[in-house]
């Protein structure tokens, strides 16, 4: 198991920047993958960003080239540096730890950061 804490939200015009961070109960070195989610009112939760144990890195397409996905194992914290924040960005951003036990699946959530961009 793993408890993760999400922080760094707020409330930014659009075009400014804001870094999230998610803090691990436990090291992150051999979790699977973890990520960046987020849900905007009325819409599903989506997959923002990805980062896997090795280090390969995956982004929505709506915010490659703005959003960067990173982790420092030693803090055992994964980050999410947003810049050129749009309107559109707008939402309750998850972090995700994905693990794999036994061949079984698990995915654990944080209890989410509210992003606001105002235009």
């Known amino acids: 198991q793993v408890q993760l804490v999400e922080s760094g939200g707020g409330l930014v015009q659009a075009g400014g920047s804001l870094r999230l961070s998610c803090a691990a109960s436990?090291?992150?070195?051999?979790?699977?993958?973890m990520g960046w989610y987020r849900q905007a009112p009325g819409k599903q939760r989506e997959l923002v960003a990805a980062?896997?144990?090795?280090?390969?890195?995956n982004y929505a397409d709506s915010v490659k080239g703005r959003f960067t996905i990173s982790r420092d194992n030693a803090k055992n914290t994964v980050y999410l540096q947003m810049n050129s924040l749009r309107p559109e960005d707008t939402a309750v951003y998850y972090c995700?730890?994905?693990?794999?036990?036994?061949?079984?699946?698990?995915?654990?959530w944080g209890q989410g950061t509210q992003v606001t961009v105002s235009s």
């Open positions: 995700n730890a994905f693990i794999v036990a036994g061949s079984y699946p698990y995915d654990y």
């Open positions: 436990r090291s992150i070195f051999s979790i699977n993958a």
């Open positions: 980062i896997s144990s090795g280090g390969s890195t």
